[in-house]
């Protein structure tokens, strides 16, 4: 057997951790694999394909990013190209990717990715390419798996932040707002908001109103907490509101963070800052629960390559590691569930979402 394997998407801490499990248990059945460098450019000239052997993954557990480079810019279905008089145009190179993945002979491709590669995945899978799915983003919001690597990490360096924050704000009396990353699910923000012990957490799935923000501020203001934490999810909207985007055609979003920060200020008077914490929840070292994730995704993607179990994805199903039609897993994406007990703990412990 002769497989590949890509990154495709944002980086997510333990991206590094699925690529040495697979190869390892790939070697270990006595596989040759090869890695397609920056999501699929190494099949369409762009990149290349590399030898990925035991000393190619060695040492690489710990290590955040991707040692095969990743690009969320590279659908070959939808491939952008920037013509000499600075017009752009989209063409369809996934037939490149079929012909380069058959003519290098290969048996199977394992495709690490957020929603947007395992919908590319999905698509390669029915031009007739065996793959198996890798679901991974900090964002948490890939359906059919209870986690995906990466979250734990985001959540951790999100709440070491909100930690931080916390004496700055209460030396100074300051409202401090910290936006975090998600896209569409509140899942970063909701967990390292509970854990970083914030007043107010916002998200995507719960529409706020910022009279109840405010009111939640003035109410600390008269037990004597001259300070108070806001997270904000980037993609959380007003009620009857839209999500803030700083680059529209792109869809990406952000900018609701100070958005809020000024509304506040305004509202209770009360000096306020706000910071965003961006790209660093994407970066550093994967915690130990992502490592371990990661290697077991990858080597179990690799026993579902042997089983022939193609256009499934590897899903984290406690105890065990279940196998889940990749076009299933991407028909809901995962938000956070009104009913769970994770936000019903927020409003036990006194924190607001802002409705
Ligand atoms: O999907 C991961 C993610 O980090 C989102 O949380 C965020 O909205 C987006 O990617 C940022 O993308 P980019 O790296 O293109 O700025």
């Known amino acids: 057997m002769k497989i590949a394997i890509n990154t495709g998407g944002g ?17 270990h059945r006595g596989w040759e694999c090869l890695g397609i460098r920056r999501g699929y450019g190494g099949l369409m000239g762009e990149d290349r394909v590399v030898p990925l052997d035991a000393a190619a993954v060695r040492g690489i557990t710990h ?115 910290v936006e975090v990353m998600g896209r569409h699910a509140g899942w970063i923000a909701l967990h390292s908001g509970i854990a970083g012990s914030a007043d107010v957490i916002l998200i995507p799935e719960i529409p706020f109103d910022l009279k109840k923000v405010c009111d939640k501020i003035r109410s600390r203001e ?34 609701m963070g100070d958005k809020v920060a000024s509304s506040i200020e305004k509202m209770t008077g009360k000096e306020t800052r706000s910071l965003v914490l961006g790209h660093l929840q994407r970066g550093g070292s994967p915690t130990t629960f992502d490592r371990l994730l990661g290697l077991r995704f990858g080597a179990a993607a690799v026993r579902l390559v042997a089983e022939g179990r193609f256009g499934c994805m590897v ?41």
């Not at 980086?11 to 390892?24: E, F, K, S, Y």
């Open 11 to 27: 980086d997510a801490p333990g991206l590094n951790a699925v690529i040495r499990g697979a190869v390892l248990a790939a070697i």
């Open 63 to 177: 290590l955040g990013g991707t040692i095969l480079g990743t690009t969320n810019r590279g659908d070959p279905f939808t491939w952008r190209e920037q013509c000499p008089d600075g017009s752009w145009v989209t063409h369809d190179r996934s037939d490149e990717v079929v012909a380069a993945f058959r003519s290098l002979g290969l048996d199977a491709l394992i495709a690490i990715g957020g929603d947007g590669s395992l919908r590319i995945a999905a698509r390669l899978y029915a031009k007739g390419v065996p793959l198996v799915g890798v679901p991974k983003t900090i964002d948490n919001d890939v359906g059919g798996t209870v986690a995906t690597f990466g979250f734990d990490t985001a959540v951790q360096t999100a709440t070491d932040a909100i930690d931080k924050l916390h004496s700055t704000a209460e030396s100074h009396e300051r409202v401090m707002v």
């Open 222 to 255: 008269t037990e004597g907490r001259h300070f108070s934490i806001v997270v904000v999810a980037e993609g959380a909207a007003p009620r009857g509101g839209t999500v803030s985007l700083v680059d529209p055609e792109h869809e990406r979003l952000g900018g």
């Open 315 to 355: 899903a984290l199903r406690p105890p065990g590691i279940a196998a889940v039609p990749i076009e299933e897993a991407l028909a809901t994406p995962k938000r956070v569930p009104l009913d769970s007990d994770t936000l019903a703990t927020a409003r036990d412990l006194g924190i607001s979402l802002g409705d």
